[in-house]
């Protein structure tokens, strides 16, 4: 489960909860038209994460698509 807070601008902060993954985060946040790769590369550089590799309690910056 993903907890998820409206911020100003083009973003949300996301609580990562255990058993998410960067690949399901990207799923439920992406455009219809947005290849779900190149939407978890681009969560995964905007965060300055090194892998696709999340533990529960990070939290995410998710760039609206």
């Known amino acids: 489960m993903v907890i998820a807070d409206e911020v100003p601008g ?4 996301v ?3 255990s058993g998410d993954s960067l690949w399901a985060i990207a799923s ?3 455009s219809d038209e947005t290849d779900i790769r190149d939407y978890v590369n681009e969560i995964r550089d905007h965060n ?3 892998s696709t ?3 529960s309690g990070d939290v995410l910056v ?3 698509d």
């Not at 083009?10 to 902060?13: A, F």
């Open 48 to 50: 300055q994460l090194v």
């Open 10 to 13: 083009n973003e949300q902060h």
């Open 15 to 17: 609580i990562v909860k």
């Open 53 to 55: 590799e999340i533990q």
């Open 28 to 30: 439920r946040y992406k």
């Open 62 to 64: 998710i760039p609206h």
